[in-house]
């Protein structure tokens, strides 16, 4: 004979299940709004952008920079410079920060960390001009530029993760009878990932700030339409590169983040 427990416990059970239900229902809710929230409102920033430039009188010059033709083509040379870049940055960095952290490496950590702060520290301006004048300009002078700005968080990071690692974890793997290279692969990297990815992301964003700059070198991209509207002096064009930058800049800092939490190990 089974025995039903008291109308009351049932009740209480069955509220207990609708509060975490509905407790569910709403992290899944703030889960979606974070992910989409963002680029909402940026996409309704950038069209009330564009429905005040339409309802403006533009002169031949505003419209040689304000079209979507010419929009278009400096987006996706801004996308090339700070992608490019960024992987290259990518390729350098963090070999080189696995490396540094070695035993055998210590001795030439210093000066290799005062070459980074020193890519950094000189205004990439600068960097652009010299290297225009010892080597070319264009597309790949900026890169260069670009990559030497943006380095150092990625280098930083890579190197500090790392070190962050526990020594006995890194101890018992070597315990378990695993090479240096093993412990490398399978323990410190998959706990720097985190760390790594910051930096990856930081790196990112400098690079898609600092590529407006590369119109002074003749490598395109917004910063067209930023010293387009400078020279001739017009406030529409102005306007429209500078939101332009900041609303890719902040669209791609969102999607760093979502690739941050997604890429990181689970239960890290």
Same mark, same amino acid.
């Given at each position: 004979?089974? =025995?039903?427990?008291? %109308?009351?416990? +049932?009740?209480?059970?069955?509220?207990?299940?609708?509060?975490?239900?509905?407790?569910?229902? @709403? *992290? *899944? /809710? *703030?889960?979606?709004?974070?992910? #989409?929230?963002?680029?909402?409102? =940026?996409?309704?920033? #950038?069209?009330?952008?564009f429905l005040w430039v339409g309802n403006k009188q533009l002169d031949s010059i505003e419209q040689r920079r304000v079209n979507p033709e010419f929009i278009t083509n400096a987006l996706a040379e801004h996308m090339a410079l700070a @992608?490019?870049?960024?992987?290259?940055?990518?390729?350098?960095?963090?070999?080189?920060?696995?490396?540094?952290?070695? %035993?055998?490496? *210590?001795?030439?950590?210093?000066?290799?960390?005062?070459?980074?702060?020193?890519? +950094?520290?000189?205004? /990439?301006?600068?960097?652009?001009?010299? =290297?225009?004048?010892?080597?070319?300009?264009? @597309?790949?002078?900026?890169?260069?530029?670009? #990559?030497?700005?943006?380095? =150092?968080p990625v280098l930083r990071n890579t190197m500090v993760g790392l070190q962050q690692v526990d020594a006995s974890v890194i101890e018992a793997g070597r315990g378990m009878g695993m090479t240096k290279g093993a412990v490398l692969r399978e323990i410190e990297l998959p706990l720097a990932v985190p760390v790594i990815l910051a930096g990856v992301r930081t790196a990112l964003v400098i690079n898609v700030g600092t590529a407006t700059l590369a119109t002074f070198v003749n490598a395109g991209g917004l910063g067209d339409i930023i010293n387009g509207g400078l020279v001739a002096n017009k406030q529409t064009v102005i306007v429209v590169g500078s939101v332009l930058t900041a609303a890719v800049a902040m669209f791609i800092d969102h999607l760093g983040g979502i690739a941050e939490s997604r890429l990181s190990p689970k239960g890290l």
């Open positions: 004979m089974v =025995l039903a427990g008291p %109308p009351e416990d +049932q009740g209480g059970v069955d509220a207990l299940s609708l509060v975490a239900g509905g407790t569910d229902i @709403f *992290r *899944r /809710s *703030r889960g979606v709004l974070g992910l #989409v929230g963002l680029p909402i409102a =940026l996409a309704a920033a #950038v069209a009330v952008l @992608f490019t870049s960024t992987i290259l940055v990518i390729l350098i960095a963090v070999p080189l920060g696995i490396i540094l952290t070695r %035993p055998g490496a *210590r001795a030439v950590m210093p000066p290799v960390i005062t070459l980074a702060n020193m890519g +950094q520290a000189v205004p /990439s301006i600068g960097v652009l001009v010299l =290297l225009a004048l010892v080597w070319d300009i264009g @597309f790949w002078p900026a890169i260069v530029a670009l #990559v030497a700005y943006a380095i =150092l």
